[in-house]
């Protein structure tokens, strides 16, 4: 299996803007989680999907951040409109289920300027 | 108070030293308890699993569970400069995974 795949890897994207972070999780994980880094805040997590379905989105920072998992083999994370405060790195991991350990991608760098 | 606590660091130490890293919980109900290990722009990935309490050893590494004081440690022996990354301890919390905010480690030659 080639793992969490992301992409971009990097997006350097201008204020106001639209982004938007893509995920593969790993073939026969049930749970996909996103999450964001910073140095100020260490890993944060901001919304979870157990099967395909939206479990818990309390760590959305705001309605300019929206998620969704269309497929079992697919999601996406968008920022809209983006601002210089959403520059972190944003992770997207999957396991077989919520409390199970994670498999992380490699992280998409986002730089709002 | 946060549900795991860690200390940032940085921790720097010389080569062949031995290393420990600690986290602290809150809920005791927390049953398993992961590290997970970080490279500089990767994501972090699986290091040592544990259930409950106890000691679980995997070569050079030695994940430590006390569930009485709520306290978890990550002893690593020989240290190498390839272990130089960020350490984050992690827990379930039934529905999800709660991480600490990762210890960055230096070993330096």
């Known amino acids: 299996d080639a793992g969490v795949i992301q992409s971009p890897r990097h997006e350097v994207t201008e204020m106001g803007q639209e982004v938007t972070l893509r995920c593969k999780p790993i073939?026969?994980?049930?749970?996909l989680f996103w999450y964001r880094q910073t140095m100020m805040r260490g890993l944060e997590l901001l919304i979870y999907f157990n099967n395909n379905v939206p479990i818990d989105d309390s760590g959305m920072p705001e309605d300019r951040f929206s998620a969704k998992m269309p497929n079992a083999s697919f999601s996406t994370l968008k920022i809209q409109p983006s601002e210089p405060r959403d520059s972190a790195v944003y992770f997207c991991?999957?396991?077989?289920?919520?409390?199970?350990?994670?498999?992380f991608g490699s992280g998409t760098r986002l730089t709002v300027v | 108070q946060k549900e795991v606590e860690q200390d940032p660091g940085p921790l720097s130490v010389p080569e062949g030293a031995i290393v420990s890293l600690n986290c602290t919980y809150s809920?005791?109900?927390?049953?398993?308890f992961m590290w997970y290990r970080q490279y500089s722009r990767k994501g972090p990935e699986l290091l040592m699993y544990t259930y409950s309490s106890g000691n679980k050893e995997d070569g050079r590494f030695t994940a430590q569970v006390d569930k009485s004081s709520k306290y978890i440690s990550l002893f690593i022996r020989d240290s190498q400069p390839s272990d130089s990354a960020t350490y984050l301890c992690a827990t379930d919390n039934t529905d999800k995974l709660i991480f600490g905010t990762g210890t960055r480690l230096q070993v330096f030659p």
């Open positions: 991991a999957s396991s077989f289920s919520p409390a199970d350990s994670y498999t």
């Open positions: 809920n005791s109900a927390f049953q398993y």
């Open positions: 073939s026969g994980h049930n749970s």
